[in-house]
């Protein structure tokens, strides 16, 4: 895991320097630079395989292939076989050193032999063409910018930021974040700031820059029933064994849930050492998961460690808004950089369960969504106690069932309830809370017609499927995975996800709907083979989620900080926000109704601006 920096049509090799040590806490072991007169790559490598020898940027053999890695690529020792039987010489055991050769190969077309997480730069000097490529989900970022002298790239903005590039804020942008909690899938929190889409390849030629996708996720050929739970069980101990390569300490993420429980109970299998496993708890109970955790770990046998959180509300801060170069409105993000930083002081590797939702269905929304569309009549006489429910309810669930009641009414189309479902502003209340001036640059259609856009790509499609869908192209790449980059490489922990191998991902989308929600049970077939590795007690209980109280903290320990970013000289400065709306939803929240979707996302866009803009 690292951090990678470059450019073609610039030429300052001791700028790029600079770039790469904005990207220091991604790549803490070493710094590696290639430049000529027409690009630059350079790397900040975490060395995770072939610690000693696997330097970066690798080369072909003639020197006219350079390519730069962030990310793992699994399958690189049987890549390595092929290469060395076709009489080619690796000098290194690395994953990275056999992009150049299989470029050479095949061309563009390499990516597809490629299992793992990756964001590639590559610069090929004999056709002067340098090529970005994003692995399928979006595990690795890699963003960019183009001016009248070429294209600038990075992991990071904060690097782009080093060249003394500075520009506005894209309000269209941060508009996503209020209404869907995320930044769009090409679009960056600064204007000429663009994001490469998972799955994509993006090639500079001549000045042009050409984009094109290489892979998506697409329902395969049914799966007989009796093979299913079998070929999942063997698929994902596949996954987790290939993530188990390391010469650095590795242990797991275990929240307690079904996703995190399997994933540690395969590495039990696959390491002949005790693994450690490590869980963030919370003083509140609601969101307290430590007692699930505690017992699949002592089930297993781990080496396990939990921290209890007592939020520090400046320290908080500080660490949020230095990580996060652009905006991310999941309040997830404090406890997933806690345990990240838990992990590290331990490890250097970690396997989570991220994915596991989305490929297998186990969100709550999936069930909620389509049961609700033959419920319109009741919704529109539930609709005024769903409201008020929504607004007081005590319980994290309770609020949920209710806000989801509320805001179903009168949405006839699946796409419109999950829309719904999935929004933090509505479109009407986006136009509330920006200022005049703020909504003159604001195209408050862009994060509806993005939906919809996504939507409409498996519109031939079941609906348990159009909303995995949905919540693949957008809400995990956005979020989850952004989250779980940015969080474990501030402090410089790389993160594995093994429901998000592409062969696990092909499984799944071989399983009918049937196996995956059962009834009301959602991601039967993993829980069923819970009930296999694990104590049974545990796995077929309601989801929790890694969720935090920041209802309760902003009405406590970060009321009064809040309060001073909220309405503070510098927001009124800045204009963004209608400053009397934004006070009126405080108060609101302040006296019982429960806002805090929606201040968060606003906290965290000033947050940004302050420290960012």
Known sequence: MCGVAGWVGHGDPELLRRMLETLHHRGPDEIGVWANDSAALGISRLAIIDVVNGHQPVFSPDGQIVAVLNGEIYNFRELSREIRSAGRTLRSGSDAEVLPHLYESYGTDFVHHLRGMFAIALWDGRLQRLLLARDRVGKKPMVYR???????????????????????????????????????????????????????IATWDGGNLAVRRYWSWEPQAPLHPAQAKPAVREALNDAVRVRMVSERPIGAFLSGGVDSSIIAALMAQNHPEQIKTFTIGFEHGEFDETSYADEVAQYLGTDHTTLTIQPDPGLLIS?????????????????????????????????????????????????????????????????????????TADKQHRRKVSRILWEMQGRESLMDRYR?????????????????????QVDQLAPELLFQRVWGESKEFPSLWRMRYQDLRTYLPGDLLVKADITSMSRSLEVRSPFLDQRVLQLAASLPSGQLVHGRRTKSILRDLADELLPTTNMNRRKIGFGVPVAKWLRGPLREVASDVLLGPS???????????????????????????????????????????
């Open 420 to 440: 719904a479902i999935m929004s933090i502003f509505t479109t009407q209340a986006q136009s509330r809370i920006w200022s005049r001036a703020a909504l003159e």
């Open 319 to 391: 660490q949020l808004v230095e990580a996060f170069d652009q905006p991310l409105a999941d309040p997830s993000v404090i406890p997933t950089m806690l345990l990240c930083g838990l992990a590290r002081q331990s490890v250097v590797v970690a396997l989570s369960g991220d994915g596991g939702d989305e490929a297998f269905g186990g969100y709550e929304r999936y069930l909620a969504a389509p049961t609700m569309q033959h419920l319109n009549p009741l919704l529109t006489l539930l609709a005024p106690f769903a409201r008020a429910a929504a607004r």
């Open 146 to 200: 183009r001016d009248p002298s070429g294209l600038m790239f990075a992991s990071e903005a904060r690097a782009l930021l080093a060249t003394g590039w500075r520009p506005n804020a894209n309000l269209t942008a941060l508009n996503h974040v209020l209404a869907f909690g995320y930044l769009p899938e090409r679009q960056g929190a600064f204007q000429g700031l663009e994001s490469l889409p998972p799955g994509h």
């Open 571 to 613: 927001s009124r400065e800045r204009g963004w926000f209608n400053i009397d709306e934004v006070e009126t939803m405080l108060k609101r929240h302040m006296s019982g109704e429960d806002l805090h979707k929606q201040l968060w996302a606003v906290f965290v866009l000033e947050l940004w601006a302050q420290e960012w803009l």
